[in-house]
């Protein structure tokens, strides 16, 4: 993929996980990679991953979770450059 | 398996031995049950049994608010009382303790709280007889090991939880771990039985995978389609599997290999179909506040499919509650509690279908103070109702959308 358009995607998902995390009253995070876990390192409860895959959706068109578990910011990338 | 429950979560097991000492050793009970520890809420529950007192189970999750409203009060550690001498007699062993429990409660009562259809939960309470009626016991029960996959203190969790109690099964808590660590302890700790929600389901259906230790299966709580059927069988190749109809107010009711089900002859005088529509005779019923009526409308539409003898599907609720992963959020509720903040001139609570949970509750409001913020909303949320029913979208529009004859718009 090409590394500037990853950059980017990276951020705007960052900006929605933060939506996310803010409406829960936790803190926003700095930055988040590939490898980093949904539930694991985020913090994200069921709840929070069906607000996640809402505003994805509303910005991208696609349903993240429809067809299989997502557990990492890199398989929601590597779903997003699939369905583009 | 000499463990009563084991709980991942919590990294800890917990053998007969230990519940049995526990007990023993227990000095006082109050009749409130408000914990998130499964342990807690079973030995509690248990107490109750034994003592023969009646005890309240309340959400962990409801927030100190909700409790006062929904008991009357608010200091529930005013009710912890001592036991008296001999309340409480000496348990012996694993099976003294089984037969305890298996024989009569003449005072004991349990009571629950639901989603509630007005506004806020209503109050359930069922007696022994009523809570137990489908559970089974016989020898064949006896080597079970019940994956628990509800919350203990909803209908659904009680059901399971006495299923494996009054059979001195083995539980091991699956509700509220990773979907990995689920399929983990169904295999290494050779689970048989598991009942739980679609959602439960379509989680491990995800990750794939068979597990041939589990024999029976049984679902419920939300509609089933066919292909979810298919799914659940493929993932456990030896398993039977059973659908349940259930509520808070009547309890198990109904069971079916598929989606059809029938009436068992004992209750064929006690289910009405009205405009298809599920009416439950009161004597099939929990206690509630105002079941002065001989027949309680279920809300649960279904289709009929052959009168003699009778079968039917589930169709829909007929009600508008909007099912979150098999929890239930009136919107009226949450529409109330919304109206509340000061600067909110209208408010509509609705559905938006969704992968992960079935359905997320979103809203859409009208101010008249241009200031008020998101946050602001879901702050005073957090302090009046349960997180899984404050609205996760939540948009500012300028005029609301209703029906033509002025109802609000549910999804």
């Known amino acids: ?84 | 398996m000499n463990i009563f429950l084991k709980d991942n979560k919590k990294n800890q097991i917990y053998h007969w031995e230990f519940l049995i000492s526990d007990i023993n050793e227990t000095k006082s009970f109050n009749p409130y049950c408000y914990t998130d520890d499964y342990y807690a809420v079973f030995k509690q529950i248990i107490v109750s049994l034994l003592i023969n007192e009646k005890i309240v189970l309340l959400d962990a999750d409801f927030s100190p608010t909700e409790v006062a409203h929904l008991t009357g009060v608010s200091e529930l550690g005013a009710f912890t009382k001592p036991l008296i001498e001999n309340q409480l007699q000496k348990i012996q062993n694993l099976d003294d303790l089984i037969q305890k429990l298996n024989g009569s409660h003449p005072q004991w009562a349990i009571t629950l709280f639901t989603s509630g259809t007005t506004g806020i939960p209503k109050k359930v309470s069922h007696d022994f007889s009523s809570i137990t009626r489908h559970v089974k016991k016989s020898s064949r029960q006896k080597n079970c090991t019940w994956g628990f996959a509800y919350h203990p203190t909803h209908m659904a969790g009680l059901q399971v939880f006495l299923q494996a109690l009054l059979n001195g099964n083995t539980i091991i808590r699956l509700f509220g771990l990773d979907t990995q660590d689920i399929c983990e302890e169904i295999k290494t700790c050779h689970i048989t039985h598991i009942s739980a929600t679609p959602t439960f389901y379509k989680l491990l259906i995800a990750i794939g995978g068979q597990y041939s230790s589990v024999i029976r299966v049984s679902s419920g709580g939300e509609k089933q389609n066919p292909k979810l059927f298919e799914d659940i069988q493929s993932l456990f190749p030896n398993a039977k599997i059973t659908n349940i109809y259930a509520s808070t107010e009547v309890g198990a009711l109904f069971a079916s290999e598929n989606d059809i089900f029938s009436v068992k002859a004992a209750f064929v005088d006690q289910v009405k179909f009205v405009e298809n529509e599920l009416w439950v005779h009161h004597s099939l019923m929990g206690e509630t506040e105002n079941n002065s009526d001989e027949w309680y409308p279920s809300g649960d539409m279904v289709e009929i499919i052959s009168n003699d003898p009778i079968q039917f599907r589930f169709v829909n609720r007929k009600n508008e509650m909007i099912n979150v992963g098999g929890y239930k959020v009136n919107p009226h509720e949450v529409e109330e509690a919304i109206m509340n903040i000061e600067g909110i001139s209208q408010v509509r609570v609705f559905a938006k279908s969704n992968s992960v949970l079935g359905n997320i509750v979103c809203c859409e409001v009208m101010v008249t103070r241009q200031n008020i913020t998101e946050a602001d909303i879901r702050e005073y949320l957090q302090s009046k109702i349960q997180e899984f029913k404050i609205p996760r979208i939540i948009s500012f529009v300028d005029a609301i959308s209703t029906t033509r004859t002025g109802k609000l718009i549910r999804s």
């Open chain 1, 1 to 84: 993929m090409n590394p500037l358009i990853e950059i980017n995607m990276l951020e705007s998902i960052l900006e929605i996980v933060n939506t996310v995390r803010q409406n829960r009253g936790k803190e926003k995070l700095v930055a988040i990679h590939n490898e980093t876990h949904l539930k694991n390192d985020i913090g994200f409860d069921s709840l929070d991953l069906a607000e996640l895959t809402v505003r994805i959706e509303a910005k991208y068109n696609i349903d993240i979770f429809e067809n299989k578990i997502v557990n990492t910011i890199g398989e929601i990338i590597e779903i997003l450059e699939e369905g583009k």
